[in-house]
């Protein structure tokens, strides 16, 4: 066994310019989300590399999903190589899409330029990097262990950074990541080398609107203004939940240390008539704005929940506090509208695929794995919910801190230390092959 484990350590270094060529070619497709661009394109590149070394390979292009248009096709690869007996199917699932570049860049973001041992280029850590390195992970098992039992997948899908909906939500609705299909699946999502992420907090998104009544703006005591009463609704926020939800610690290793516990943004606030334009644009317009009490007022709150609690309790700490103002305040109307609920999850530390990786951590980095939780939801809710299947984690080779940035990029050692656990957790998890 340390024979095979030595020959794919190997294998997979003498590899090290291939998965550097793999991560610049990824990354030279600008799949940037929204709007979805080049998916198509870079879901073929990815298809026509497996299908050439045997898989059977799909692509599920998801209609009627958010975004998903001629023009912009929501088009999601799947590739399976089947083993030579019956066994457990270990999946890889990366995200294809990136967000978009932005401001600030010293290099091409679409370039993949190599420099000072890493490769630069948006998607590069978040998570073109570990896309390439889970398929040469795979592509080297298959190498030294021809004969493995089971089957290996490896998947491109859309979309995550606006929800996943059009990707791995669409594929676990049609099955592609449940029993019996998949037994264990592997993100590599730039949670750094050595880290196993077991899961993520939950996330409740809610509008919260309060009501007034117009009047001119010089007599505002013949109104009721809206945007007062959203007012009364964050100073109770500081003055009652802040400090609340800061008591609220968890159990689950999220990491930063920060995101250890409950917390609240306030996504946005809008009050009033617009000063935009008829359109909409802001810039179209350059009068002065409408002179009113407003009589309304929305606002967006992004709450993350921890596995200690559940979203009953979470939603009526909101409710409570509106109801409160309802009685106390005099002319207090309002309204609240989910907008969208992800629940908790954490796989446990002795679940198979967290062994398989850990130790595969441990036998090529010299050291333990450490175990973290992502304080943001990624694609492993959609596996867990809709899938049922609870063998997930993500783990790969990106620095977590440079996700979305500019200047984003992948440090190649890293990318061929985790290819090589990667390699050893496939091995673990199909028992080897077949004596
Ligand atoms: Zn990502």
């Not at 024979?3 to 190997?10: K, V, Y």
């Not at 270094?13 to 940037?32: C, N, V, Y």
Request: charged share 25%; with cysteine; proline share 6%.
């Amino acid at each position: 066994m340390q024979d095979r484990f030595d020959a794919l350590r190997r294998d997979i270094e003498d590899r090290r310019a291939e998965l550097i060529a793999l991560t610049q070619a990824l990354i030279r497709f600008p799949t940037i989300n929204p709007p979805g661009e080049a998916y198509t394109p870079c879901a073929e590149f990815i298809g026509k590399r497996l299908a050439k070394l045997g898989a059977k390979v799909e692509y599920i292009r998801a209609h009627d999903t958010p975004g998903d248009s001629d023009a912009f096709p929501r088009t999601n690869i799947v590739a399976r190589f089947e083993g030579s007996a019956p066994g457990p199917v270990v999946h890889f699932n990366g995200h294809i899409d990136v967000v978009e570049a932005g401001d600030g860049w010293t290099v091409d973001p679409f370039g993949g330029e190599v420099r000072d041992g890493r490769v630069y280029g948006r998607g590069a850590c978040d998570m073109k990097g570990g896309i390439a390195a889970s398929i040469i992970a795979a592509e080297s098992y298959m190498r030294v262990v021809p004969d493995f039992r089971g089957a290996i997948e490896i998947s491109g899908t859309v979309d995550e950074e606006s929800g996943g909906f059009g990707g791995v939500a669409h594929l676990a609705s049609l099955g592609y990541f449940s029993k019996p299909r998949v037994d264990h699946v592997i993100i590599p999502e730039p949670l750094n080398k050595d880290r196993v992420c077991l899961g993520h907090r939950g996330v409740w998104w809610a509008e919260v609107e309060t009501f007034g009544t117009q009047a001119h703006g010089s007599m505002p005591f013949l109104g009721d203004c809206a945007v007062r009463h959203m007012g009364s609704v964050l100073d109770k926020f500081e003055t009652d939940m802040f400090p609340s939800l800061a008591q609220k610690r968890t159990t689950m290793p999220v990491v930063p240390e920060g995101a250890r516990q409950s917390t609240l943004n306030i996504n946005s606030i809008h009050g009033g008539e617009s000063e935009a334009g008829a359109d909409g644009k802001p810039d179209d317009y350059d009068g002065l704005p409408s002179p009113n009490v407003p009589d309304h007022c929305r606002m967006i709150i992004d709450r993350r929940f921890l596995i200690e609690e559940d979203l009953a309790t979470v939603k009526r700490e909101v409710s409570d506090i509106l109801d409160g103002l309802k009685h106390d305040r005099e002319g207090f109307e309002y309204a609240i509208k989910d907008i969208m609920e992800v629940m908790p999850t954490m796989t446990e530390r002795d679940a198979p695929v967290v062994k398989a990786v850990s130790d595969g951590i441990e036998a090529v980095l010299g050291k333990p794995a450490e175990y973290v939780v992502s304080p943001g939801t990624y694609d492993q809710k959609h596996v867990a919910r809709i899938g049922h299947l609870h063998d997930c984690i993500a783990y790969g080779p990106g620095i977590l801190d440079l996700a979305h940035m500019a200047d984003e990029y992948v440090i190649i050692d890293d990318m061929v230390e985790s290819a090589q656990v990667m390699a050893h957790a496939i091995d673990a998890l199909l028992q080897g092959p077949i004596s």
